[in-house]
């Protein structure tokens, strides 16, 4: 009988309750505010997490540090070969399994990942147009993207989420229309402020849409009534007046919600990262590989967490970009 895993707090008294797992960090797009044109020098496989290695370190989080939701991420995870048997094999150890992606491959993989235990995703889609979506994107994608969508619906990975990133001069003209896109084919729309996590160091806070122009924009079109927010969800969420239907806003930047911060992150070779902007990571994957014992990967990952620090310092000028673009962290 397991006893009651200990939470991890960090000295700032929060509780960590959801891991993000990046399962690799290649991607099959080359969005112009992700990475350059020719892509990144990709991970060698032999520093990639194996499914084992994966499931151990889920497993550890779940049983012995209370860690509730996991959301697999990338680069793109639908690239990870056998990804149904590894969300099969997460969900047996306690995991409640979530997913983005950019949604090129789940039209063929939908109805396998429910199946295997996979219970939402979220779908990266920063415009409507096929022209500006192979503009964005450098990839003419987009109607498997649709289909996609389409089939995370049929599949009942339910809320499909929509998360858009509008940023000034690219795609900012279309918010109101991908609100319209979601609410008619029953999918969730949350829009994200854009963040200075690019391969190229090129974001611009002058073309960030800030949080409340999204709100101003979007209740300018529909009656918005605020939703009330529970525990450490990051989006702030509007409700269409007389519906059930809801807009999500995710203001990392301009009302960063650190404070009840309840993420960590592991990368796909392995290292754990305290926060989203954490300059430091801790090595997992080495004690995995040098025979740690289970008692001393938990000892790492709580000592980690206990340095996380207040915030992400974004809008101050210590402000240190992290070392890896975000394709390499995960989302």
Known sequence: MHTAPSPLVDRFGRVHTDLRVSLTDRCNLRCTYCMPAEGLNWLPKAEVLTDEEIVRLVRIAVQQLGIGTVRLTGGEPLLRRGLPELVGRLTEVGAELSLTTNGIGLARTAAALKAAGLRRVNVSLDTLRPERYLEITRRDRIADVFAGLAAAREAGLAPVKVNAV????????????????????????????????????????????????????????????????????????????????????????????CGTCDRVRLTA????????????????????????????????????????????????????RPARPMSAIGG
């Open 269 to 320: 070779d392995g290292q754990l990262r305290n926060c989203l902007f954490a300059t430091e990571e801790s090595d997992l994957r080495a004690l995995l590989r040098g025979g740690a014992d289970d008692a001393e990967i938990e000892r790492a990952w709580r000592n980690t967490i206990a340095r996380k620090g207040p915030g992400h310092e974004i809008n101050s000028a210590e402000f240190v």
């Open 166 to 257: 509008p940023v000034r001069g690219v795609n900012e003209d279309e918010i109101v229309a991908l609100a319209e896109f979601a609410l008619e084919h029953g999918y969730r729309m949350r829009f994200i402020e854009s963040m200075p996590l690019d391969a190229q160091g090129a974001w611009d806070r002058s073309a960030m849409v800030t949080a409340d122009e999204l709100v101003a924009v979007l209740g300018a079109r529909w009656p918005l009534e605020p939703v009330r927010r529970e525990g450490s969800a990051p989006a702030e969420e509007w409700r269409i007046v007389g519906t059930e239907q809801v807009i999500g806003v995710i203001a990392s930047v301009t009302r960063p919600f």
